[in-house]
Every structure is written in structure tokens, then in C-alpha cells.
């Protein structure tokens, strides 16, 4: 074991063949590390200059939609024309849409443009993720994940203290702009030294299941975050939203269980380890958004404090998440999946419930603190189980599995900022208003009781992990095989 870590170090950095490769990978990571760290310390800057505090969450549901529709479509046109087109083609939408974003006049303009952002990172974030389970074994995976997890360790840093930086010195709208260089960047690298071998075979896109999946995910995202704000929970559009929805998923599974090519490959989940891989990966995704999106503004809102000190606590579940990920693939190669797996998720549940207690008594090292357990936590369970997932499978199927892992963390954070804006919605709408202490206080401790329910499903999720080491049969694409 010991011969077989030398190797994987020796063959992983910087300076050996596939270095540039990695190089290129962790730009298109940091494009989205960046966007995931930079917004939220933004929100109330944008709505101080744009209006309609009721619709910021849209900012990221809009943003996590999109990127959980296209995941799949991406993820079979990547197992059919190769890798490299699709996350170029996912570099320049995240370009665009950054540059329109930042030129947004209204805020449903600016929610235009973060779909057309949300459209790129469906493809640059999982095509870097199965690249990467591409061109190195699971042992070297493990040593690439601290490569990959500096990349959020830095954006952890860097993004919150940019966005406030921007939002309270220049304007939120350097947020966006700050994407351009990046991309170019990513993009030449990844032009110049990623190079691949593609056993072309053509294939047809399930347009219908794609349609049907949006319909119902958007349906029940309209409903949750405009019922009782836009609209009465008891009335016509919620039923329509909420009723409509669910027929169109009902929909989606009918067809997806008879059309030749599914963008969903629903069979997959009849495999334990994928299905519960899948189900950990809603909760992470759940709880991410839980975190990042609403405590920036809960302390803004409650003790006032300045967009960089906000971002700063946010920061501390970001450098939490990569320093326990950098860890993780010791952890799994010695005591297997399921373990590791297990231990974040526990180490996340305690951290929720901490942010739980501390809600009514706004403190900002206090939720700093716990900020960075639940990341710690997070960082255990997220990578872990993803590679688990794609090392059960051959490379025909890897871009599938990835997919079907990264669109549930996307509509695990699309579904779950929704139901968390309802919630605060709700308690705001009944209180005294956004500018209320108290009121903001309720909703936001309201928020993060949902968060620790979200937690505790996701650990009950990954018990049913089967266990063994990395070797073990359900492990293994021999294990799986149908």
C-alpha cells in the first residue's frame, strides 16, 4: 500500500504527463467554487440597488434549475462525443452569462441571465469531475481530490471577501465580471493540453424527458418560493404549480422508463450503492444552499454587519469543506466508502443542529464556528461518495453516473433554496417585515431547523451505503455489472 502511494504522488502533479490536464481541471472548478462563494455576500447589495428582496432566492434557484436540467443532456452527449467539447461549450455559456449578469437593470433580468450562467456550470463542473474519474485510477483520485480541494479552499477565501469587497467599495456587478479572465483562462488551458480518445456512436437526445423534468422542477420551484407571497397557499396558481408539477414528473418517469436513451437513466438507481450515493448527494446539496444562501444575509439583515464580515463566517464552511476533502481519500482507501461517508455526515448533522441553537442569539463567530463544522463535515461526504459512485462503473457509463450525482446535489440545492425561501418567506410575511430584528431572526432560525431535518436524512441516507473497502465488489465495475 504504502509502494502504491508513492506511485499515485509521483504520477498526480504538477510536473508529471497529465499536469497540465489537472491544471486546466482546477480552473473550471474554480470558475464554480467562485460563483458559489461570491453571490451570497452580494444579495443585499443587489437588493438595495435592484429591488424586490422577495425574489433573491430565485437568484440561485433559477442558477441551480438550469444547471440540474442540462447535467444529464450533458452528461450523455459526453459519453457519446467525448468530454472536451462539452465543457468547453459549458466555459463559454458561464462566460456569457457572466457578462450579462453583470449588466443585469432589474432584478428579473438578472434572473434571466444567471439561467443562461447555471446553463454553463451544468456542463464545466461534472465534465471536470468525470475527466478527473477519466485519466486517473481511484487510488490516484484520492491524492487529486487535495489538488481539486485547494481550488475551494481558495475561493473559500477569495470569493467571500471579493464579493464584499465589490459590493461595498465598487458595485456588486464586478461579482459577474470577475468570471471573464477565469474562463479564458480555463478554456486555453484546456484547449491546449487535454486531449482525449472517443469511441463515437450516435445516439438520440430524450427531448421529451428533458422538457417534462424542467416543467415539473420548475413548476414545484414557482409554487414554493411565490405560494403565499405572490399568491395565498390555498389558491388557483398553487394548486396549478404544485398539481402541475407532479404530473409532469409523474410524466417524466413514464417516458424515461420507455424511451431508448433516457437523460435519466432511472435503472441506475436499482443499483444500492448508486441510489444511495444519489440521495446523499440531494441532502449535500440541500445543505450547501441552506448555508451559503441564507446566512450572509441573516447576519447583514439581524447585526448589520459590513458584506465582508458576513462572507467571512460563510468562508469558514468553505476552507472546512476542502481541508477535510484533502483528508477523505486517506480515510476511504483504508477503511472503505461507506465509512468515511458516514463520519461526515455525522460531523454535519452536529454542526447543523449547533446553527440551530444559535439562530435566535445572532453571533458571528459563532456561526463562523459551526459554519466551518458542517463544511468539515460535508467535505467527508461529497467527494467520497461520488467517486464511489463512478468507480462502480466503465468510462461508457461514467459521464451518466457523474451526472446523475451532480444533478442531484443541483436539484438538492434548486428544491431546497425554494423550501427554505418559503420558509423564510413565510415567517416574514406574518412577522413585522425583512427589516425587523425579530422577524428576521424568527425566519432565519426557522431556516436552519430545517437545515439540521435535512442533515439528519441525508446521514440516515448514508447508512445505506454498502460497505467493504474500496476493492469490495459493489465497488468495483466487475461488482456491477448487470
Known amino acids: 500500500m504504502e509502494t502504491g502511494k508513492r506511485v499515485a504522488h509521483s504520477t498526480v502533479g504538477f510536473r508529471s504527463e497529465r499536469g497540465p490536464v489537472l491544471a486546466g481541471l482546477m480552473l473550471t472548478t474554480g470558475l464554480i467554487a467562485i460563483d458559489a462563494t461570491i453571490l451570497a455576500t452580494a444579495v443585499p447589495s443587489i437588493v438595495a ?50 457578462i450579462l449578469a453583470g449588466l443585469a437593470w432589474s432584478m428579473t433580468v ?22 478527473v474519474g477519466d485519466i486517473y485510477s481511484v487510488e490516484e483520485r484520492a491524492v487529486v481530490q487535495g489538488y481539486l480541494a485547494s481550488v475551494w479552499a481558495i475561493a473559500s477565501v477569495v470569493g467571500p471577501a471579493l464579493g464584499g469587497v465589490f459590493s461595498q467599495f465598487v458595485s456588486w456587478r464586478w461579482i459577474f465580471f470577475v468570471n471573464i479572465p477565469l474562463c479564458l483562462i480555463a478554456a486555453w488551458a484546456l484547449m491546449r493540453s487535454y486531449h482525449e480518445t472517443v469511441r463515437r456512436r450516435r445516439h ?36 396549478v404549480s404544485f398539481v402541475g408539477g407532479a404530473l409532469a414528473l409523474v410524466v417524466f418517469v413514464a417516458v ?29 446539496g440541500s445543505l450547501l444552499i ?6 450572509p444575509s441573516y447576519l447583514q439583515n439581524s447585526l448589520h454587519v459590513a458584506p465582508i464580515v458576513a462572507g467571512a463566517a460563510v468562508a469558514a464552511l468553505t476552507i472546512g469543506w476542502p481541508l477535510s476533502s484533502s483528508l477523505a481519500g486517506r480515510v476511504y482507501m483504508r477503511h472503505g466508502f461507506r ?4 463520519l461526515g455526515s455525522t460531523i454535519a448533522v452536529l454542526g447543523t443542529l449547533g446553527l440551530a441553537a444559535i439562530g435566535p442569539t445572532p453571533n458571528v463567530i459563532a456561526i463562523g464556528a459551526v459554519a466551518f463544522v458542517i463544511g468539515f463535515g460535508l467535505g ?29 446535489r443541483s436539484a438538492g440545492s434548486a428544491v431546497g433554496v425554494a423550501i427554505l425561501g418559503a420558509i423564510a418567506n413565510h415567517v416574514i410575511s406574518t412577522g413585522r417585515g425583512a427589516h425587523d430584528y425579530a422577524t428576521i431572526v424568527d425566519a432565519s432560525t426557522w431556516v436552519f431547523r430545517a ?31 448487470a
Not at 424527458?209 to 388557483?236: D, H, M, R
Open 256 to 284: 424515461e422508463r420507455r424511451v431508448a436513451e433516457p437523460i435519466l437513466n432511472l435503472t441506475l438507481l436499482r443499483r444500492p450503492l448508486i441510489l444511495t450515493t444519489t440521495l446523499v448527494s440531494l441532502g449535500v
Open 380 to 408: 467527508w461526504t461529497a467527494a467520497p461518495s461520488l467517486i464511489a459512485a463512478q468507480s462502480s462503473v466503465e468510462w461508457d457509463q461514467r459521464g451518466v453516473v457523474t451526472g446523475l450525482n451532480v444533478f442531484a
Open 204 to 239: 438520440r437526445i430524450d427531448v421529451a424527458g428533458a422538457a417534462s423534468l424542467t416543467v415539473g422542477i420548475t413548476a414545484l420551484i414557482l409554487g414554493l418560493l411565490e405560494g403565499g407571497n405572490a399568491w395565498a397557499w390555498a389558491s388557483i396558481p398553487s394548486v
Open 451 to 481: 437545515v439540521a431535518a435535512i442533515a439528519v436524512v441525508t446521514l440516515l441516507a448514508s447508512l445505506r451505503m454498502p460497505p467493504g473497502t474500496v476493492d469490495a465488489a459493489a465497488f468495483t465495475p466487475e461488482g456491477t455489472a
Open 110 to 131: 438578472l434572473i434571466i441571465f444567471r439561467v443562461v450562467q447555471g446553463l454553463g456550470a451544468g456542463a464545466a463542473g461534472p465534465m471536470a469531475m468525470t475527466i
Open 339 to 342: 465509512v468515511t461517508v458516514l
Open 290 to 295: 441552506g448555508i451559503t444562501s441564507f446566512v
Open 49 to 98: 440597488d435592484l429591488g424586490q428582496f422577495d425574489q433573491f432566492p430565485w437568484l440561485f434557484s433559477v442558477y441551480l434549475l438550469a444547471q440540474a436540467v442540462a447535467v444529464p443532456i450533458y452528461s450523455k452527449l459526453a459519453d457519446t462525443i467525448g468530454r472536451k467539447p462539452i465543457v468547453l461549450t459549458g466555459i463559454g455559456l458561464f462566460f456569457v452569462g457572466s
